[in-house]
T-cell receptor, first 111, second 112 residues
C-alpha cells in the first residue's frame, strides 16, 4: 500500500523566514499531490495541487515542488507569518477515488 | 456555491452504545463522499468512500459502517462503540471531475 511520510512532526521557524516542509512517498507515483492546511479542531483546507508532469506550482507566498524521481514534494512558505502556524498535510491522489494523507507537520511561526 | 454540513459537532458516548454521524452536501450533484478519522496526533485515515447512492467502499475493516441513502447524504454508524473509536471524524466530498477534497468541520467523538 502507499506510504506517505512528512519529514517532521513539528517545525518552528522565525517570522519572516521561509518554512520548508517535506513529503515523501513510496510505491507508485500519484497522479496528483495536494497540500492542505489544518487548524486545531477544524477540517483540512485545500491549498495547492501539483500534477505528476509539473515540477513547480506557486500561489502567493506558497510554492510546491514535485520530484517523481525522488518521490518527494517540498512545500515552501516564504516570508512566514504567525498566522501561517498550523498543521500542513500532504495528500496523494492516485486519480482513482481515494486521497491518502500524511500525518502532517505542525508549523509554528515565532514572532 | 457548495457547502458541506456535518453533525453533531461533539458527542460523548458510552462503550457499547450506537453511533450515527450525518453529513450532507449542498450545491453539487453526484459527489464522491468520504469519511475520514483522525486520532489524536495521527494522520487522516480513510474509512469509507462512496461514488453513488448505495455504493460504499470500506478501506479499513472495523466496527463502523457507512450508508448513502441519498445522493448528497452520507452516514457513519456503529452498533456498539469501542473505546478505540474515539477520534475526530471528518466527512468530505469531491466533484466527479474535480481533484480537490472539501472537508466538513468534523465531529469529535469521545467513547467513555
Amino acid at each position: 500500500s502507499q506510504k506517505i511520510e512528512q519529514n517532521s512532526e513539528a517545525l518552528n521557524i522565525q517570522e519572516g523566514k521561509t518554512a520548508t516542509l517535506t513529503c515523501n512517498y513510496t510505491n507508485y507515483s500519484p497522479a496528483y499531490l495536494q497540500w492542505y492546511r489544518q487548524d486545531p479542531g477544524r477540517g483540512p483546507v485545500f491549498l495547492l495541487l501539483i500534477r505528476e508532469n509539473e515540477k513547480e506550482k506557486r500561489k502567493e507566498r506558497l510554492k510546491v515542488t514535485f520530484d517523481t524521481t525522488l518521490k518527494q514534494s517540498l512545500f515552501h512558505i516564504t516570508a512566514s507569518q504567525p498566522a501561517d502556524s498550523a498543521t500542513y498535510l500532504c495528500a496523494l491522489d492516485t486519480g482513482a477515488n481515494n486521497l491518502f494523507f500524511g500525518t502532517g507537520t505542525r508549523l509554528t511561526v515565532i514572532p | 456555491s457548495q457547502t458541506i454540513h456535518q453533525w453533531p459537532a461533539t458527542l460523548v458516548q458510552p462503550v457499547g452504545s450506537p453511533l450515527s454521524l450525518e453529513c450532507t452536501v449542498e450545491g453539487t450533484s453526484n459527489p464522491n463522499l468520504y469519511w475520514y478519522r483522525q486520532a489524536a496526533g495521527r494522520g487522516l485515515q480513510l474509512l469509507f468512500y462512496s461514488v453513488g447512492i448505495g455504493q460504499i467502499s470500506s478501506e479499513v475493516p472495523q466496527n463502523l459502517s457507512a450508508s448513502r441513502p441519498q445522493d448528497r447524504q452520507f452516514i457513519l454508524s456503529s452498533k456498539k462503540l469501542l473505546l478505540s473509536d474515539s477520534g475526530f471524524y471528518l466527512c468530505a466530498w469531491r466533484g466527479v471531475s474535480g481533484n480537490t477534497i472539501y472537508f466538513g468541520e468534523g465531529s469529535w467523538l469521545t467513547v467513555v
